[in-house]
């Protein structure tokens, strides 16, 4: 008489069906069954959005190597007189003022103000011309919530946008530039061009 042996292949596949069909249809993620009335299933599902830590800021136009110029022109008219003079250039169409945005999700966004006069104003190029102090440059803002630092000689003043909530700041302004006219200086260009100081650097940081 031949006996039957059967193979070990056939033997894990058997093994493999019975603890199949003795495992909880519970454990079965995203399945069921509800063989009963009122039939009633409920199955989770998990979601999850990962978003990164970003820094953005905007000082005048948008690009890459922009620099937006402001001028201001005195005459014999008004110089020295302390009224303001308005200036033009700049981004927004000609008034002499800048938009400006921050955005960022870490924290507090600082605003730091500095300048390459190297603590001496703005010059002609001719130090024997002498310096117009940067405190005759007044930074004025259409949003509270996103104040301009105060610019001077030194730098590293700064400003603090409003957080819109708790880590998040989303702020847009404008900044207006006038000269407060309320000294008289040798008569020249100043801040014109390289090695006079008139390159204003905004940084912003985020923890």
Do not use: H, K
């Not at 390459?116 to 130090?127: P, Y």
């Amino acid at each position: 008489m031949r006996l039957f042996r059967p193979s070990p292949l056939l033997l894990c596949a058997v093994a493999s069906a019975a603890v199949l069909a003795a495992w909880p249809q519970s454990a079965l993620a995203g399945s069921g069954t509800d063989n009963s009335a009122p039939y009633n299933l409920n199955r989770d599902l998990t979601v999850r959005v990962t978003y990164p830590r970003f820094l953005r800021f905007r000082v005048g136009a948008v690009g890459a190597g922009v620099v937006n110029q402001v001028l201001f022109t005195a005459t014999t008219a008004n110089i020295g007189n302390a009224v303001p003079i308005a200036g033009t250039g700049g981004e927004t169409g000609g008034g002499g003022a800048a938009n400006v945005e921050v955005v960022g999700n870490n924290g507090q966004v600082t605003i730091t103000a500095t300048n390459n006069s190297g603590g001496n104003g703005l010059g002609t190029g001719n130090a024997g011309d002498g310096f117009i102090n940067y405190n005759q440059i007044s930074t004025t803002t259409n949003n509270a919530s996103l104040p301009a630092p105060t610019l001077s000689n030194a730098g590293g003043t700064n400003s603090l946008p409003v957080l819109n909530s708790a880590l998040v700041t989303q702020r847009t302004a404008v900044w207006t530039y006038s000269y407060l006219n309320a000294t008289i200086p040798s008569a020249g260009a100043y801040g014109a061009g390289g090695g006079t100081g008139g390159r204003v650097t905004y940084t912003a940081t985020m923890p």
